[in-house]
């Protein structure tokens, strides 16, 4: 079945450092790829999104690139905002599947 | 346009209560979801829907019923409540694509649940 792995939290990062968040994931096919940001006492929302290999998704200064050798989906920011603090869910779904299957989430905190 | 909604915010309830928690969406999206999220397990689906009269199991269904009457309206229905549903439940609503393939999931705000 599908599965989406996400690297090990919390990251805490000072203001303006550059921030990585690894995903990798396991699916048969050609999956739709998606980071979801949720703030705090909010639902979440859709960051960027990736649909086919080597596409780039970009938003907000965040960047991620669907790799297909490496089925991976890392998430990259230049310079982190205290705005930024919130929790970041990676998420698939597979070709012709209506689901999503997310990673566990890891939790952001940009210290001013 | 109000989106996903959902009712109530926050829920207490006693093992074995019943109760529906509402979820309403305005994007006329005829594929619509239901997540619990727990600490350390990310999101994980319960139930969905893919139109009017269509339902299916997710991954944790148990304890859980849904309907979808209408396009707008999928409630979830815990019948008889237990500590272990103790959650914060999303629902979330997208269009289908023509291949069925979903678009961008939007999500409600959440409903906070405990059982005590």
């Known amino acids: 079945g599908n599965s989406v792995t996400q690297m090990e939290g919390p990251v805490t990062l000072s203001e303006e450092a550059f921030l990585t968040i690894n995903c990798t994931y396991t699916a048969t096919g050609y999956p739709s790829l998606f980071w979801y940001v949720q703030y705090p006492g909010e639902g979440l929302q859709l960051l960027l999104k990736?649909?086919?290999?080597?596409d780039k998704g970009s938003n907000k200064g965040f960047e991620a690139t669907y790799r297909k050798e490496t089925t991976s989906f890392h998430l990259e920011k230049g310079s982190v905002q205290v705005s930024d603090s919130a929790v970041y869910f990676c998420a698939l779904s597979s070709q012709g599947d209506s689901k999503l299957t997310f990673g566990k989430g890891i939790t952001l905190s940009v210290r001013p | 346009n109000a989106g996903v909604t959902q009712t109530p915010k926050f829920q207490v309830l006693k093992t074995g209560q019943s109760m529906t928690l509402q979820c309403a969406q305005d994007?006329?999206?005829?594929?619509m979801s239901w997540y619990r999220q727990d600490p350390g397990m990310g999101l994980r689906l319960i139930h969905y829907?893919?139109?009017?009269?269509?339902?299916d199991q997710g991954e944790v269904p148990n304890g859980y019923n849904v309907s979808r009457s209408t396009t707008e309206d999928f409630p979830l229905r815990l019948l008889s409540a237990a500590p272990s549903q103790t959650s914060v439940y999303f629902c979330a609503s997208s269009s289908l694509r023509t291949s069925g393939k979903q678009d961008t999931q939007y999500f409600g705000p959440g409903t906070r649940l405990t059982v005590l």
């Open positions: 829907s893919v139109g009017a009269g269509i339902t």
């Open positions: 994007m006329n999206h005829e594929y």
């Open positions: 990736a649909t086919k290999a080597d």
